[in-house]
């Protein structure tokens, strides 16, 4: 079968394409430009004609997928601006969600072969911020995300404006599925991952680079980090590797059962307390380097209220998650590979 990955050049996406790529799929990506296809044309030679580039100016352009729907059996739509530059909330809600409505219109018009969509959606349009314990699941949105752009425009925070873009992109592909339903051979699933860590496969040549994620961890284990005890040791959300997040992608297309719903794929929650706990533990250390020790174990006593029921995820994707150890030590081992 062939896939057409969206946005193949991010963080996560190549993960996704290797994925489907291992699983024997052939893999259409889209990226920008030229330029950002020369490092995946690389890593992805042993796998000849199965793995092809496609350039995508601008996802939110009329008509931008029509060609590349045609002869593909499933799209995965990553790309969507997931970075804290910027002001105007449409930096970051006109690329989700006109990217996303284009995607689903050429699927419509020439995608006469596809049987599913997946779209990377993320914790971030599910969830909201709480002081009492809760626990969300698919049914939940973050409308409080769209309401606070609504009301505060450029002066709402950026990571706002962020969940606002996925919360409104989401929408608005469960909108045009119910709106076209007698139209479409297809069906949808969305994935909900909160924050993405793990190994890097996409081009990067220094860490200041990361993607906002991945940056995270590389941030809290820096000799330099300036992060207090107190800022280390509290509840800093959940996670998930992103190796689990891109065989999810390749699962959400494979699993019949899968289709029509919303998945909520979470490892668990962390600190970076946590993280640094498990960085100090492992033996022998990945780095050459040390890591800040903080407080150990003070991370254990977070109160973390934003709970997930990723039990959709489990019994429908059968989806099973790397551990926090394994995924630390193969990212340091990324670092160290790196210099970093
Ligand atoms: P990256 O920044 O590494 O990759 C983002 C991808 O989207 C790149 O291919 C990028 O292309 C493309 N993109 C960004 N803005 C635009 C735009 N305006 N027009 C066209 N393409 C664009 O991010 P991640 O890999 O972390 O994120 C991938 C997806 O996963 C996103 O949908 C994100 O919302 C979602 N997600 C990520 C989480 C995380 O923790 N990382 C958590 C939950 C969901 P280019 O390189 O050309 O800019």
Same mark, same amino acid.
């Given at each position: $079968?062939?896939?057409?990955?969206?946005?193949?050049?991010?963080?996560?996406?190549?993960?996704?394409?290797?994925?489907?790529?291992?699983?024997? *799929?052939?893999?259409?990506?889209?990226?920008?430009?030229?330029?950002?296809?020369?490092?995946?044309?690389?890593?992805?030679?042993?796998?000849? %004609?199965?793995?092809?580039?496609?350039?995508?100016?601008?996802?939110?352009? $009329?008509?931008?997928?029509?060609?590349?729907?045609?002869?593909?059996?499933?799209?995965?739509?990553?790309? /969507?601006?997931?970075?804290?530059?910027?002001?105007?909330?449409?930096?970051?809600?006109?690329?989700?969600?006109?990217?996303?409505?284009?995607?689903?219109?050429?699927?419509?018009?020439?995608?006469?072969?596809?049987?599913?969509?997946?779209?990377?959606?993320?914790?971030?349009?599910?969830?909201?911020?709480?002081?009492?314990?809760?626990?969300?699941?698919?049914?939940?949105?973050? =409308?409080?995300?769209?309401?606070?752009?609504?009301?505060?425009?450029?002066?709402?925070?950026?990571?706002?404006?962020?969940?606002?873009?996925?919360?409104? @992109?989401?929408?608005?592909?469960?909108?045009?599925?119910?709106?076209?339903?007698?139209?479409?051979?297809?069906?949808?699933?969305?994935?909900?991952?909160?924050?993405?860590?793990?190994?890097?496969?996409?081009?990067?040549? !220094?860490?200041?680079?990361?993607?906002?994620?991945?940056?995270?961890?590389?941030?809290?284990?820096?000799?330099?980090?300036?992060?207090?005890?107190?800022?280390?040791?509290?509840?800093?959300?959940?996670?998930?590797?992103?190796?689990?997040? @891109?065989? @999810?992608?390749?699962?959400?297309?494979?699993?019949?059962?899968?289709?029509? =719903?919303?998945?909520?794929?979470?490892?668990?929650?962390?600190? *970076?307390?946590?993280?640094?706990?498990?960085?100090?533990?492992?033996?022998?250390?990945?780095?050459?380097?040390?890591?800040?020790?903080?407080?150990?174990?003070?991370?254990? @006593?977070?109160?973390?209220?934003?709970?997930?029921?990723? /039990?959709?995820?489990?019994?429908?994707?059968?989806? !099973?998650?790397?551990?926090?150890?394994?995924?630390?030590? %193969?990212?340091?081992?990324?670092?160290?590979?790196?210099?970093?």
């Amino acid at each position: $079968d062939r896939v057409l990955v969206t946005g193949a050049n991010g963080f996560l996406a190549v993960w996704v394409v290797k994925s489907f790529l291992d699983k024997g *799929y052939t893999v259409v990506g889209t990226v920008r430009s030229e330029a950002k296809g020369t490092h995946l044309k690389k890593i992805f030679k042993e796998h000849g %004609d199965r793995f092809q580039l496609a350039i995508v100016k601008d996802i939110t352009a $009329d008509g931008a997928f029509d060609e590349l729907v045609k002869d593909v059996d499933a799209i995965a739509h990553t790309a /969507s601006p997931f970075h804290m530059e910027g002001e105007d909330p449409q930096v970051w809600i006109h690329p989700a969600v006109n990217g996303t409505i284009s995607v689903l219109k050429s699927a419509l018009k020439n995608g006469k072969n596809v049987k599913r969509v997946v779209i990377t959606s993320s914790c971030a349009a599910v969830q909201k911020a709480v002081t009492e314990p809760q626990t969300f699941t698919e049914e939940d949105w973050n =409308q409080a995300s769209i309401d606070e752009v609504e009301t505060k425009g450029k002066d709402a925070s950026n990571i706002m404006k962020y969940c606002a873009s996925k919360t409104l @992109a989401e929408r608005s592909a469960w909108e045009f599925v119910k709106e076209h339903k007698s139209e479409i051979s297809w069906d949808l699933t969305t994935l909900n991952p909160p924050y993405i860590f793990g190994p890097v496969l996409h081009e990067i040549s !220094k860490p200041e680079d990361l993607n906002t994620s991945a940056k995270l961890i590389w941030q809290c284990t820096q000799p330099s980090s300036t992060m207090t005890a107190e800022q280390l040791a509290a509840p800093a959300g959940e996670w998930i590797d992103v190796r689990d997040i @891109a065989l @999810a992608h390749v699962l959400a297309l494979e699993k019949e059962a899968a289709s029509g =719903q919303r998945f909520i794929t979470s490892t668990g929650a962390f600190t *970076y307390q946590d993280w640094l706990d498990i960085a100090n533990s492992l033996s022998p250390s990945p780095l050459k380097r040390d890591v800040p020790k903080g407080v150990t174990g003070a991370g254990k @006593a977070a109160k973390h209220n934003v709970k997930f029921d990723t /039990s959709n995820a489990a019994k429908v994707l059968d989806l !099973k998650y790397i551990s926090a150890e394994h995924s630390l030590k %193969d990212t340091l081992e990324d670092y160290a590979q790196r210099g970093w």
